[in-house]
């Protein structure tokens, strides 16, 4: 018989609620507690950032007390902040760090200096913050001249982004007057939500959100969902292995990250949502994922992108493995993630015989190729590693990684939970 995956998993906390959960529990006025914090090294980037900057985050066993140093406690650091590997991170505290009355330098590891930064600098040198960055203000490190004096913009995002969308709006928090930033498409909105859930005057109208100056955040408890991006590796897995039979507990489904539902399911899968409530003003659920035969090719572009633009890699090896041509457009953000992700799938797949070409802002996937073994490169980026471990678990073949390490940037107990479902 041939590999399937069965039975139920939980998942590591959320990445992108975390990196909030930690910022906004250190900037609140007291103790929080928070549990399932995502466990990756982007998460842990910003704990160290906000250590540096005088906040005492301490682990007791499943539990992270982080103790609020309030709007206006942090303290200049000593040292260069390093972000690591972490886009979110570095956007989301360059936001704070412009409202601070420091000076302050952000850098990261050699895939995060190459990452574009003037889409923070300009809207945060607007507000009124001094933002330095190598080549031209395009490239960090960035050096930070804050200034405790901000001023409110209208600002409108040329791409929808939710690292820029926050930096603007946590600025926003210390700004004199109202801070507005409108989106083309809504991007993941778990920064406005925990804002509500604070009760920070804040207010959404279509793909704006407005902000006003806010003295004091309160302090919180939260137990974090389970991440979708990490759970869409074992449902894409689940739909390509035919007798697969998955219950994945307590995920988060907010609208603005369940793109992939919504697609794979257009493609055929069979998956069921279950038990959903919310959490701290995050809708959350159990997803249950059958194996199907007989997976589509769909086009998938327009708004729904900025709602998987993570998942897009896993994505293309559903695509790979499916019946059709499935067209991927409007993507042209996946260039500047953590690798050039467009070129990265569009060149390894080739590697593994599959159909596909690159496109300026996205690509063509010809399903129905038989896959062949190949080394394949991961260019240091955790979802193109874990994309290509599940096409060889579903390929008869398998394939060789070149470097797994980069997954512990979002998800060091991939292969473990992988264990859990085969045994
Ligand atoms: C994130 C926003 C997205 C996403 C990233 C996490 C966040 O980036 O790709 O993995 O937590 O705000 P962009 O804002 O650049 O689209």
Known sequence: MSLFLKGEISLPGDKSISHR????????DGMCKVSNLGSGRDNRSTISILRNLGVTIKKQADTWLIKGVGLRGLKEPTNTLNAGNSGTTIRIMTGILSA??????????????????????????????????????????????????????????KVASAQVKSSILLAGLYADGITTVTEPY?????????????????????????????????SFDLDVCGDISSASFFIVAATLLKDS?????????NKTRTGILDVLTAMGADISLLNIHNRCGEPVGDIHVKGVTN????TINGDIIPRLIDEIPIITVAAAFAEGTTVIDDAAELRVKESDRIKAMVTELKKLNINIEETESGMIIHGGNIPK?????????????MSLSIFGLCSAKGVELDDKSSISVSFPQFFEKIKELTV
């Not at 959960?21 to 609140?28: E, K, P």
């Not at 993941?188 to 955040?217: A, C, W």
């Not at 039979?245 to 489904?253: C, E, H």
Request: glycine letters at 8%; a positive charge.
């Open 21 to 28: 959960a930690i910022i906004f529990a250190s900037l609140s």
């Open 100 to 157: 601070q009355p420091f000076f302050s330098v952000l850098t990261g590891d050699k895939y995060l200096v190459k990452r574009p930064m003037k889409r923070i600098i300009e809207p945060l040198s607007m507000m009124g913050a001094k933002i330095y960055g190598r080549a031209n203000n395009e490239y960090p490190p960035l050096a930070i001249l804050g200034n405790n004096n901000l001023k409110g913009i209208d600002y409108k995002l």
């Open 186 to 218: 809504l991007s993941r909105d778990h920064t406005e939500r925990f804002m509500k859930y604070l009760n920070v005057p804040i207010r959404q109208e279509g793909f704006s959100t407005t902000i006003t100056y806010t003295e004091h955040l309160p």
């Open 245 to 253: 039979d998955i219950l994945i507990k307590n995920v988060g489904l």
């Open 295 to 298: 997976l589509r090719g769909v």
């Open 373 to 385: 073994f190949a080394k394949v490169k991961t260019y240091g980026d955790h979802r193109i590693a």
